[in-house]
């Protein structure tokens, strides 16, 4: 019986919520983009681009409503009428959430969608070396429109062309270029963004405190941004990529070990990761499985250029110029996610194809690592890879050092800066019909992450926003700060309670909010522990 009320109570905010909805919108064509169960699309819509498949089984919440607007004044409009018939507000870019927040929720509450794919332009101007990018697109495209206007400007934005750059710059924008030019968000230069009170703010009239929040604290939480500007940056007309792949009986134990000494001294221009997986046959077949290391690197400058400096600084991976390839940085971007050289740069368009984090059903986690593991530790670690569940997992290491040691922890709420030698990102994934055990699955990333412990950052043991881990703590959507710390100095380290400052000001009434969001001070004040911050 309380769930029939439930129910009804639900789709009585539902209509209420779209009576309200048309009325404000001031749009008289907004029913086209409006989408309820009721609408045979509605399942297409809502699927579209949701890239964790884990989250879009019939057990998962789904929204009332999923609002796909045209104009900011049908966001604006949408926000004060979900505030004013107590709806919850998800806000989805690419869809890229690592556990679906931008589409789904954990707990049961009403919430609709506000789903940005209509607002997705990108204006490139060549002579400022500047770019307005709204939140809609994806990397994919603001790399096709860069491109398509210069072979020497880019943005060090993500790899992933999929990605929204909405929820990607909120939480930071970690890529290939960062070791050179910084995150995303530290060449975000302006934004235009709607409160909530339906204002739409730049830099300007929003002031820095919120401007510096935007820039890494994570999305759904401030706010939404309807659009970036950005600070483009100057890149050679070729750079230069290899991929080269060591097993374990061509001693990639050995290659790692070293890789961790070093590749965060190297200089700014390489950006050099390491790809951990199994290789080999099926399980029936363990004689002929094995583990194996993938170097790859990504070049700022000629073949000739990167043999000198890995024959200096790393010969023992003994790259070679034929293991070389040229090309521009837009194509670099399709070579990072494993498209075959000389795909057309229109595949940056692309928002559909399945890789490592789209389209898959997958658990996902990361870490920090400040001192190299030792020979025994990884040892240990590639045991886990021999087991069942990993026959599709991988580690992807990244070395960070160049300009991410230059810039203060505290400059954007990313703090993640000078101190780590590398982050990781560990990923597993199964398919449609293992679903049903997708515990095991789930079970095996714990182990791993259980095992990685004496290994990585402590105290807090931290973690990228943008991979996002409900498995470190949720606040359930009620915005307790004691709740929300645990796991909110794990992702932004000592800028957590500068952001619950910042969240009390522009939304005390925590209107914005999810699982992992900023709870406002108002929360803490009710439990007397304010002076803490």
Not at 319 to 338: F, G, R, V
Not at 426 to 432: G, H, I, N, R, T
Request: hydrophobic share 35%.
């Amino acid at each position: 019986m309380s769930l029939s009320l439930q129910i009804t109570a639900s789709a009585l905010s539902c209509n209420e919520f779209l009576h309200c909805l048309f009325l404000r919108s001031g749009n008289s064509s907004i029913a086209k983009y409006v989408y309820t169960h009721h609408n045979s699309s509605y399942s297409f819509v809502l699927n579209s681009s949701a890239q964790n498949f884990r989250f879009t089984t019939p057990s998962n919440p789904t929204p009332l409503a999923i609002i796909t607007p045209q104009h900011a004044s049908d966001i604006q409009a949408t926000v004060l009428c979900s505030k004013k018939h107590g709806l919850q507000v998800r806000i989805r870019s690419g869809g890229h959430d690592f556990e679906g927040l931008s589409y789904t929720t954990a707990y049961a509450v009403p919430f609709i969608v506000i789903d940005l794919v209509n607002l997705r332009s990108v204006r490139v101007d060549v002579e400022d070396a500047t770019a307005w990018v709204e939140s809609g697109a994806t990397i994919g495209e603001l790399y096709y429109e860069i491109a398509r206007r210069s072979r020497t400007l880019a943005f060090p934005a993500g790899t992933g062309h999929t990605v929204g750059v909405g929820g990607q710059f909120s939480g930071g924008g970690l890529g290939v270029l960062f070791r050179k030019h910084g995150l995303a968000a530290d060449n975000v230069i302006d934004a235009r963004l709607i409160d909530v009170n339906g204002r739409i703010l730049d830099r300007k009239s929003m002031g820095e405190d919120l401007f510096w929040a935007i820039r890494g604290g994570g999305g759904g939480s401030f706010g939404i941004v309807l659009a970036w500007n950005l600070k483009l940056v100057y890149v050679p007309a070729n750079v230069t990529v290899f991929t080269v792949t060591k097993t374990l009986d061509q001693n990639a134990t050995k290659l790692v070990h070293r890789w961790q000494q070093i590749a965060h001294r190297f200089p700014k221009e390489i950006h050099l990761s390491v790809g951990i997986s199994r290789a080999g046959s099926s399980e029936a077949n363990k004689t002929s499985t094995t583990i194996q290391a993938s170097f790859r690197a990504i070049f700022l400058g000629s073949t000739n250029e990167l043999l000198s400096l890995m024959e200096e600084k790393f010969p023992e991976l003994g790259i070679m110029k034929q293991d070389c390839s040229e090309m521009s940085w837009a194509e670099s971007n399709l070579y990072s996610t494993q498209f075959p050289i000389g795909s057309p740069l229109e595949t940056l368009l692309s928002r559909s194809r399945k890789s490592i984090l789209s389209k898959l059903f997958f658990k996902s986690k990361s870490d920090y690592v400040k001192q190299p593991i030792p020979e025994t530790g990884l040892e240990g670690l590639w045991t886990k890879f021999y087991e069942y569940e990993a026959k599709s997992a991988i580690m992807v290491l990244v070395a960070y050092g160049g300009r991410m040691d230059e810039i203060s922890d505290t400059e954007t709420p990313f703090p993640h800066r000078a101190g780590n030698l590398y982050s990781i990102m560990y990923v597993v994934d199964w398919e449609e019909n293992e679903n049903v055990d997708s515990e095991k699955y789930m079970s095996w990333m714990r182990r791993v992450y259980d095992y990685m412990t004496p290994y990585v950052s402590k105290s807090p043991r931290e973690v990228y926003v943008n991979f996002k881990d409900l498995e470190i703590g949720s606040s359930g959507g009620k915005g307790s700060y004691e709740q929300a710390r645990i796991w909110g100095v794990k992702y932004f380290k000592n800028n957590f309670d500068r952001l619950v400052r910042i969240k009390t000001n522009v939304d005390p009434e925590n209107f914005f909010r999810h699982e992992q969001s900023i709870p406002p001070l108002s929360c803490l004040v009710k439990k007397g522990a304010h002076e803490s911050l």
